[in-house]
């Protein structure tokens, strides 16, 4: 079945909304209004065209536009996007650059470029931005960790959670500090702490690192990456050593996440090892088949849900997380989960072989129906 | 082996989409009269999906790694092709696409076909295939795109075909009127095309659902709704209920043409 694609449908309705826009008594005026700004005053364009790319070049390029560095072409089809939402006669800001001044032109722009900056981004970035960004400014409890306020006594600021002579002595328990953490369950942060085999110091120290992330993310420094470690860290990093990698030869820094996060890396295999996947493949599929029919029997719904999500749909693993009802932290236990199930597996293979783990599971998934669990439209 | 039957061959690029650059070429999956079922040919294997097939260059005579893309095969008029094909046999590469063994024809007949039919764990890796491809990544994109323009290929082409034999449809059907209908909203620019393949009752409530989305075109739109009855009543009269006609007839309107085209045969 062909996908249908919704682009298009799109651009039909902005054409007609600038139609109808075009229509409308005020547009012929606008229109030679704003022409006159920028073709009398030529030095006004060019500045403010200087201005606006340098700030385009501030935003950091692997977040924004999924590369190292910027581009000149980069820059110009940001520059070329702004332009085109801020002379798009259907959209208010055209009116208003009508009615400004020279000298206020600049500042309606600017507001723009932040809104494309974000349109433009990546998806997963954007779907970091929507869902995080958004509630950190919006929601209550994290403003109390943004504002980094004295909070009366169980709902303390981080900032005095970190002056704590105490905590830094350690003399807080275990659960004293994963109860701080339950309380924040309402923040959606992965609930990592909680997973099985972290009991003692171990869950101590997970806690506290945490909490250090945490503390990075309010900042807005590294907001981002802060972000992508709190919550697809240790996912990644496990993942990414346990099925296509072998063990201990992954390097685990933030490059490795970003390869990882990476949804444009796509297909790494050259046309040999490809065919060398294939030769596994057909080899192994029949034993493979019985022995993830067992291994998915324990499996509950929507553990099962979230790994079709991930593998055939190639959702972001937090993402797939999101849409079987659950934080982002399900998709590090599932993960961990899996990884187990496939270490017998993984271990009679070579490193050329292992893609054909991830492409027989995805195959797998793709023939497994749907089961009743909770699932996000 | 039926003449054109497991070639890869070039199309006829004055019908493909002035606006695309891509560079393709289309293998010919099997032959009725003159409808031919094509499926897009490209040789970059990374854009390759779960329903594509792979062949090696080492594996064909064409010496160069080819995808065949099964998921988009549809029926085309044989004038899609390249026109020049006889005309052409100097050119080298051409002469080498027509010289494909029939070997080599046979099994990458069979090896899709196999494709097609074969998903489960088990029998799936037994021909190369591409995968599951991340909805944003480049490749996935590309195929959107691509996609779009392989449909306005075989919209233009039927529409040509049947623009050329006006003699081939008795004047009841009603088929000028409907490609003039077509060909308005072709320019229009309004894509009535959603899919190539409606095949199923899922992609007909997709259709409808985009159709809804889009403004109200649906697949019932009336200036085609006497051609799709007409045909519906011939079909009826011909007795002709195979699963097959009744997907092109519920279809778009590519597939309506490509319906009358395979319902009155061209005379000889």
């Known amino acids: ?377 | 082996m039926n003449d054109k039957n497991g070639l890869v061959l070039p199309i006829n690029y004055n019908l493909w989409p002035a606006k695309s650059q891509t560079i393709l070429m289309a293998f010919v999956q099997a032959s009725e009269g003159d409808i031919l079922t094509l499926c897009p040919v490209v040789n970059d294997f990374k854009v390759a999906e779960f329903f594509d097939l792979i062949v090696p260059a080492a594996n064909t005579s064409l010496a160069c790694d080819l995808v065949i893309m099964g998921k988009l095969r549809a029926g085309f008029p044989a004038t899609a092709l390249y026109s020049g094909l006889d005309a052409a046999s100097n050119d080298e590469s051409i002469r080498l696409c027509l010289a494909m063994p029939d070997s080599e024809r046979q099994r990458l007949v069979a090896d899709l076909d196999y494709l097609q039919k074969n998903t489960s764990t088990v029998t799936a890796f037994k021909v190369l295939r591409g995968t599951f491809l991340p909805k944003y990544s480049d490749a996935a994109r590309w195929r959107r795109k691509f996609v779009r323009r392989w449909q306005e290929f075989r919209l233009v082409s039927l529409i040509a075909a049947v623009k050329a034999q006006p003699d081939r449809f008795p004047q009841y059907l009603g088929v000028k009127a409907a490609i003039e209908a077509i060909e308005q909203n072709l320019k229009k620019n309004l894509k009535p095309e959603a899919v190539v393949e409606p095949a199923n009752e899922e992609s007909v409530i997709k259709i409808s659902a985009s159709a809804k989305r889009r403004g109200g075109i649906s697949i019932e739109r009336s200036e085609t709704l006497e051609l799709r009855r007409n045909l519906a009543k011939q079909l009826k009269d011909q007795k002709q209920t195979d699963a097959e006609s009744e997907k092109l007839l519920n279809g778009s309107d590519a597939d309506l043409l490509e319906l009358a085209m395979r319902l009155f045969p061209a005379r000889r």
């Not at chain 1, 830094?168 to 085999?197: D, I, S």
């Not at chain 1, 719904?301 to 999500?309: A, G, M, T």
């Open chain 1, 1 to 377: 079945m062909t996908e249908i694609d919704i682009e298009d449908v799109n651009e039909d309705q902005k054409l007609a909304l600038i139609e109808e826009a075009v229509k409308k008594p005020g547009f012929a005026a606008m229109r030679r209004q704003i022409l006159e700004s920028f073709y009398d005053d030529q030095a006004l364009a060019d500045r403010l065209i200087e201005k606006m790319a340098a700030r385009i070049r501030k935003y950091p390029p692997r977040d924004y536009c999924g590369e190292w560095h910027w581009t000149d072409e980069l820059v110009s089809e940001r520059l070329q996007k702004i332009w085109e939402t801020v002379l798009n006669p259907a959209m208010s800001y055209f009116a208003k650059l009508a009615k400004a001044p020279p000298q206020e032109i600049a500042s309606i722009v600017w507001g723009q470029i932040r809104k494309i900056m974000i349109a433009e981004a990546p998806p997963y970035f954007k779907w970091f931005y929507n869902q995080f960004i958004q509630q950190l400014q919006h929601d209550q409890p994290l403003n109390r960790f943004a504002s980094k306020k004295v909070a009366k006594q169980r709902f303390r600021g981080l900032r005095a959670w970190k002056e704590d002579s105490r905590v830094k002595l350690g003399f807080k328990t275990v659960e004293e500090l994963v109860n701080f953490w339950q309380v924040e369950k309402k923040l959606r942060f992965p609930n990592m702490a909680r997973r099985e085999k972290l009991i003692g110091e171990k869950l101590r120290d997970r806690v506290w690192e945490m909490f250090n992330l945490l503390n990075e993310w309010v900042r807005e420094k590294n907001l981002y990456s802060s972000w992508k470690k709190l919550v697809n860290f240790p996912t990644a990093e496990q993942f990414e050593q346990s099925l296509d990698g072998l063990p201990g030869d992954a390097d685990n820094g933030p490059e490795a996440v970003e390869r990882y996060l990476d949804q444009n890396r796509g297909n790494l295999l050259n046309m040999e090892q490809l065919c060398q996947v294939k030769t596994v493949l057909c080899e192994n599929a029949e034993s493979w088949t019985g022995y993830f029919d067992k291994v998915f029997a324990g499996f509950r719904p929507e553990q099962k849900n979230f790994l079709r999500f991930y593998y055939v749909e190639r959702l972001a693993p937090g993402v797939a997380a999101e849409k079987v009802g659950k934080a982002p932290s399900f998709a590090t236990q599932t993960f961990g989960r899996i990884t187990e199930e496939c270490r017998p597996l993984r271990e009679q293979l070579s490193s050329d072989e292992l893609p054909a783990l991830s492409e027989f599971l995805r195959v797998y998934l793709s023939n497994m129906k749907p089961e009743a669990g909770r699932t996000k439209k």
